[in-house]
């Protein structure tokens, strides 16, 4: 690695902790304003028989009868170093809550990419080399429909088809492998479509370029050719699209828990908002951003390793020199 993209890649990162910082900021000044009393609303409900004295020591504990500063220089010093504070529901840590339906959702967001990648360079091998009369424009057709189609109607399509008819899964068992596999299925099918669409267009462009041609007439196997040569330089608008499909599986995630009846990151945000359980939603909401500025931060620093014509610049931003551009047949030259 140059000293250059060494020196850029530093840049971008500490850019990166700067966004963090600012989006926990701002997390913590909307939840703060949301409408209703969280302490009226929790603490002080008859079904959980706290006592003046014991929801003046949670409040105390919590820091709510602190200013707002105070409150938001506490959290933040807390949150820097891992710790997430208490549930005001429960009075367990937040970051015990989270590690418990955690893996649950890591498991179905990783599989739902897996497929989604899968199924986008399924469709973008088939729309080149397959032929026209076989289904060519039908494959092309692929991901404005699986655009069109929520993933929760996606959800409740496969439990009806493989979960009752079918009885391939019980639905009373959310955490079974096959269960798993078809709500990883209905949450990757929407992002696939977005992946495809991008891969198709590029593929498109970079079969008709010179060095493609070159591929061909040496004989190279269509899988080669497809792999070797088009797949690579076709990749890097895709790696943008794929960042910004996590944040999309994680938010999609809720809602395919939620069908499925899987227990993770969705049911811990639907009981934090139900009962304005503060601590729970400030953290999740946190932790999501941080996720989705670290995938994007990848995504920048991947794209220099993928397209030598791409230079990472202090600036944060990605540019395509005119100077590389001269590169273009000697990075994308025709081996055996």
């Known amino acids: 690695m140059s000293h250059a993209y060494l020196a850029g890649a530093a840049k971008r990162i500490a850019q990166a902790n700067v966004v963090i910082l600012l989006a926990y900021v701002l997390t913590f000044v909307v939840v703060s304003i949301l409408p209703g009393d969280p302490i009226t609303n929790v603490l002080r409900d008859p079904q959980n028989g706290f006592g003046e004295d014991e929801i003046k020591a949670i409040i105390a504990a919590q820091g709510l009868d602190q200013p707002i500063p105070v409150q938001l220089w506490t959290s933040l010093s807390h949150f820097v170093v891992g710790d997430l504070g208490l549930s005001m529901?429960?009075?367990?840590?937040?970051?015990t809550l989270i590690a418990e339906v955690l893996p649950s959702t890591l498991i179905l967001s990783s599989a739902a990419f897996a497929i989604a990648l899968l199924l986008a360079v399924t469709i973008g091998y088939g729309t080149q080399f397959v032929p026209k009369r076989l289904g060519q424009g039908l494959l092309r057709g692929f991901p404005s429909f699986f655009l069109s189609v929520p993933n929760f109607v996606i959800g409740l399509v496969l439990i009806h088809l493989f979960g009752f008819q079918l009885g391939l899964f019980r639905v009373i068992a959310p955490?079974?492998?096959?269960?798993?596999?078809?709500?990883?299925?209905?949450?990757?099918?929407?992002?696939?479509?977005?992946?495809?669409?991008?891969?198709?267009?590029?593929?498109?462009?970079?079969?008709?370029?010179?060095?493609?041609?070159?591929?061909?007439?040496?004989?190279l196997t269509q899988m080669r050719l497809f792999a070797k040569h088009l797949l690579k330089p076709s990749s890097l608008p895709v790696v943008t699209v794929i960042a910004l499909a996590i944040g999309e599986l994680l938010g999609g995630s809720l809602i395919t828990e939620t069908v499925f009846g899987r227990t993770g990151i969705g049911s811990l945000v639907q009981r934090a908002v139900s009962t304005q359980d503060l601590p729970v939603l400030q953290a999740v909401v946190s932790l999501a951003a941080v996720v989705f500025v670290l995938v994007n931060l990848i995504a920048d620093l991947v794209y220099p390793l993928l397209d030598p014509r791409v230079k990472l610049v202090g600036d944060s931003r990605v540019r395509r020199t005119t100077a590389d551009d001269s590169a273009i047949a000697s990075s994308a030259t025709v081996t055996s």
């Open 89 to 95: 529901r429960s009075s367990r840590p937040v970051a």
């Open 175 to 219: 955490n079974s492998f096959w269960a798993t596999c078809f709500a990883a299925v209905a949450l990757g099918i929407p992002v696939s479509a977005r992946i495809a669409e991008v891969l198709i267009a590029n593929l498109d462009k970079e079969s008709e370029q010179e060095y493609a041609a070159v591929a061909r007439g040496r004989g």
